[in-house]
């Protein structure tokens, strides 16, 4: 890909990157920290992401220097999700991350999803497996905990409200 002068890249970035690459996604917004678009094959009606200029490389690499970053990625993702439809409520929101190794892309990225998901596959991932909600991530932080907990991943539902 060609890199345009233009463009601000992030700390770390990486050549071979798709979302180092941003400018090839449907961006809702953008400024000097982050960048909020489209999810390409979403899972739900409506789904949008929100990664980080800096090529961090997925929620492992994280620590307690990425807190107000986390914050602020779930703010916009609020904020540009409020933008997309009248009945979107933020207490029907879910926000999340895949976690290695079942991330598809090594570049961290928040999921902000409104049910209903589009099939049962979606449900069962974000419910059940590979999906480490946004909350539990800053709480294991916080704590010094690892940032993924393996009965949340494989042998417990997500709590609901």
């Known amino acids: 890909m060609e890199k345009n ?3 601000k890249r992030g700390e770390d ?3 071979k990157c798709i979302f180092c690459h941003w400018e090839t996604q449907d961006v809702i917004f953008e400024d000097e920290k982050i960048v909020v678009f489209n999810d390409k094959y979403p899972m739900s009606r409506f789904h949008i992401l929100v990664i980080p200029k800096d090529h961090i490389k997925n929620v492992n690499s994280l620590s ?3 807190l107000d970053l986390l914050n602020y990625m779930k703010k916009n993702a ?6 997309k439809s009248n009945d979107i409520k933020e207490s029907d929101m879910i926000f999340g991350f895949h976690v290695p190794p079942f991330n598809s892309i090594e570049h961290l990225h928040l999921h902000c999803i409104v049910p209903p998901y589009k099939n049962y ?3 069962f991932v974000n419910t059940y497996v590979m999906f480490l909600s946004l909350d539990d991530c800053i709480e294991n932080i ?3 905990k690892y940032h993924w907990k393996i009965q ?3 042998f417990s539902k997500k709590k609901d409200n």
Not at 78 to 83: D, F, G, W
């Open 5 to 7: 002068k233009n463009i």
């Open 13 to 15: 970035y990486d050549e």
């Open 64 to 66: 307690n220097k990425h």
């Open 78 to 83: 609020i904020e540009h999700m409020l933008k």
């Open 121 to 123: 596959y979606y449900y």
């Open 142 to 144: 916080k704590n010094n």
């Open 152 to 154: 949340n991943l494989l």
